[in-house]
């Protein structure tokens, strides 16, 4: 009877960590302002491809001509790959231009998951 006992409270402890991990993921839908887009042209400075979101760096200038370094938060290497991209889809000193919802702290970061609209050097990348 202690063993049957054992065995059921070893598997639900085991099943009640398993699930914790489905909870782990971030808000991306409270960090960024989903009901506005803004557009972002800058240079790129780094594109990092790794998991769990790839990341794009890119230096921006503002109206009074300041250049800030502005962070995309981009969708997992895994998901972009599916969609036509690659590790070599931005190199340091392309001119981009796209669609990010801001964050809603108002810092220099943005999110640009599904659909990303973007031009590199004035063109559309392949799809």
């Keep these: 009877m202690k063993s049957k006992v054992w065995s059921v409270m070893s598997l639900s402890l085991a099943l009640i ?26 240079t790129v400075t780094e594109f990092l491809w790794k998991n769990p979101h790839a990341s794009l760096y890119l230096d921006v200038k503002d109206d009074k001509g300041v250049v800030s370094n502005f962070a995309v938060e981009l969708n997992s290497p895994g998901v972009l790959t599916r969609q036509g991209w690659n590790k070599n889809q931005f190199k340091p000193g392309d ?6 919802h801001p964050s809603r702290v108002n810092g220099p ?6 659909p990303c609209e973007v031009t590199i050097n004035g063109k559309e990348p392949p799809k």
Excluded: P, R
Aim: proline share 0%.
């Design 109 to 114: 970061v943005g999110e640009c998951l599904n």
């Design 17 to 42: 960590v398993g699930a914790m991990s489905l909870f782990a993921h971030h808000g991306t839908g409270i960090s960024y302002d989903q009901d506005k887009a803004v557009e972002v042209k800058g």
């Design 95 to 100: 001119a981009v231009v796209m669609k990010v």
